[in-house]
Nanobody, 120 residues
Framework: QVQLVESGGGLVQAGGSLRLSCAAS????????MGWYRQAPGKQRELVAA???????NYADSVRGRFTISRDNAKNTEYLQMDSLKPEDTAVYYC??????????????WGQGTQVTVSS
């Protein structure tokens, strides 16, 4: 079994910054792609940013230039640095990871979600 534990959400004023973390633990052989998604009330969950094992990144147009995804492979942890936050960034943020477990089975895992609220 694998667990993803997120931290770092909260309330911030527009223009401020937050840093989210997501630590994976459990039966892990390797973690392939990792990513951050978000879901605002009444909206579908959407991809915010993703990063490969080698560090190649991909961003939603709405956050490109303001958010930075990174990972520490030695710690099985990913981060999302969010700068210049806007009220429309308000959502529950979920981390996601494609994990190869010790039985060499590839499974997809989600964190529990962390609330990010940006006030105007």
């Amino acid at each position: 079994q694998v667990q993803l534990v997120e931290s770092g959400g909260g309330l911030v004023q527009a223009g401020g910054s937050l840093r989210l973390s997501c630590a994976a633990s459990g039966s892990i052989f390797r973690i392939n792609a990792m990513g951050w998604y978000r879901q605002a009330p009444g909206k579908q969950r959407e991809l915010v940013a993703a990063i490969t094992t080698g560090g190649r990144t991909n961003y939603a147009d709405s956050v490109r230039g303001r958010f930075t995804i990174s990972r520490d492979n030695a710690k099985n942890t990913e981060y999302l640095q969010m700068d210049s936050l806007k009220p429309e960034d308000t959502a529950v943020y979920y981390c996601n990871a494609e994990v190869v477990n010790r039985n060499l089975i590839v499974l997809n895992y989600w964190g529990q979600g962390t609330q990010v609220t940006v006030s105007s």
